[in-house]
């Protein structure tokens, strides 16, 4: 890990990749899409709201008139949306060389997706791993794909309770509810790598972390956005842990990138370690077969 300060100059050319960002209206999905796209990668937004991303599409153009990019609905909160959109993605291209795994929702009062999962382990974990199971057979056919999942450091916080996932006996504890969430991306990533070290032209699984970045996603969280205009890093800055697990030629499966300042919160991108239970086999095993039977989706 030679490189202490990589940036945005450090990114390849993405000239014929073709890259998926979910959540690519806001914040760490918005930047990465302007960033990519810049690079020459086509660029497919899959979003909840099109007609926002169209604005941010236009935006983009504004600034890279050459902007390949295009618009898709999904939202991970509804399995048939899921089903819908890859889909159309199998239909229309022929290569996938990297799927940025980037929307989620945090720390939100108690709900549910449209299939009854619990908002935050639904929308963070099973929506990502019904979409990735689904396009499984495009990234293998591509070569050297990547699969970039989004984790958070608040994967410290989190300690599954299977016998209960989505909630329906405890009370609701919604900082705990997305620590679990983001527990259990790497979970899914390092399940994932696991399964696939013996399948031909397998694409690489890396997990990352933004430390603490200035999105919108911490609206719900009073306290917390008080504090995230003090310590935590612009969009520009927190991005780069996605984009270097996306576009880094050395990153390797298994990676898990986030910033490498203090406590993991601020800093350009470096490996970084996950906790101990993240690398728990029995609890990365029963979350794949839970999200298996949950979602219908069999890799």
């Known amino acids: 890990m030679k490189n202490k300060t990589w940036g945005v100059q450090d990114i390849p050319e993405q000239n014929d990749k073709t890259i998926i960002i979910t959540g690519a209206t806001s914040g760490l999905g918005k930047e990465a899409s302007r960033v990519l796209a810049k690079k020459n990668a086509t660029v497919i ?4 709201n099109t007609q926002k991303a169209e604005l941010v599409a236009t935006e983009i153009r504004k600034e890279y008139a050459n902007a390949k990019i295009d618009i898709r609905s999904l939202d991970l909160g509804s ?13 229309d291209y022929n290569n ?3 799927l940025i795994n980037n929307a989620g929702v945090m720390m939100c009062p108690y709900s549910t997706t449209q299939d009854g999962f619990e ?3 639904g929308t963070n974990h099973l929506g990502p791993f019904a979409l990735t199971g689904l396009l499984m057979p495009l990234l293998i056919r591509t070569k050297n794909a ?3 999942s989004t984790s958070s450091v608040a994967h410290n916080q989190g300690d599954i309770d299977f016998t209960d996932i989505n909630w329906e006996k405890r009370g609701y504890n919604t900082t705990k509810a997305y620590g679990d969430s983001k ?3 790497l ?5 994932l790598k696991r399964k696939l070290e013996n399948t031909e032209n397998s694409p690489k699984v890396i997990t990352v972390h933004p430390g603490g970045t200035k999105t919108d996603l ?5 306290v917390f956005s008080v504090f995230m205009s003090l310590l935590f890093l612009p969009v520009e800055k927190g991005v780069l842990s996605t984009l270097r697990a996306a576009t880094d030629l050395n990153a390797e499966s298994g990676d898990f990138y986030g910033p490498g300042g203090f406590m993991q919160l601020r800093g350009f991108p470096e490996l970084v370690q996950s906790n101990k239970m993240s690398h728990n086999l029995a609890n990365a095993k029963q979350l794949w077969d839970l999200s298996e039977q949950l979602t219908g989706v069999k890799y």
């Open 218 to 222: 911490a609206r719900h969280s009073g």
């Open 79 to 91: 399995l048939d949306s899921i089903s819908s959109f890859a889909k159309g993605v199998l239909a």
């Open 187 to 191: 979970y899914f990533s390092y399940e």
């Open 96 to 98: 996938l060389d990297i």
């Open 146 to 148: 990547r699969i970039v």
């Open 45 to 48: 937004m899959a979003v909840r």
């Open 183 to 185: 527990l259990a991306n």
């Open 119 to 121: 908002i935050q382990m």
